[in-house]
Nanobody, 122 residues
Framework: VQLQASGGGLVQAGGSLRLSCAAS????????MGWIRQAPGKEREFVAA????????YYEDSVKGRFTISRDNAKNAVYLQMNSLKPEDTAVYYC????????????????WGQGTQVTVSS
């Protein structure tokens, strides 16, 4: 599966952004999907994951209540709605696909998009 993330940008603290990830391939609906981010000088960090059906989601503690992951299998797309953004959310955000459920570890994702930059100013 090939993935392409979009929707990043520059936003003030407290603002919102919606990231989108378009997937190609007829087997998209069989993959768990995740969003992983990487800030400058830091390792990749898990943000959120969603099951193949969309019925189950999981979030990293610092984004719970602020971010919402969703998917539309008919459109081969996954989304990340980000509200109440903070400067510490600044990072490149990647969408990723896995055949291994909903892992937290970034290295358990098999396919990656190119990333989209999110910058939150204070």
């Amino acid at each position: 599966v090939q993935l392409q993330a979009s929707g990043g940008g520059l936003v003030q603290a407290g603002g919102s952004l919606r990231l989108s990830c378009a997937a190609s391939g007829r087997t998209f609906s069989s993959y768990g999907m995740g969003w992983i981010r990487q800030a400058p000088g830091k390792e990749r960090e898990f943000v959120a994951a969603i099951s193949w059906s969309g019925s189950t989601t999981y979030y990293e503690d610092s984004v719970k209540g602020r971010f919402t992951i969703s998917r539309d299998n008919a459109k081969n797309a996954v989304y990340l709605q980000m509200n109440s953004l903070k400067p510490e959310d600044t990072a490149v955000y990647y969408c990723a696909a896995t055949a291994r459920g909903m892992p937290v570890a970034p290295n358990e994702y098999d396919y990656w998009g190119q990333g989209t930059q999110v910058t939150v100013s204070s």
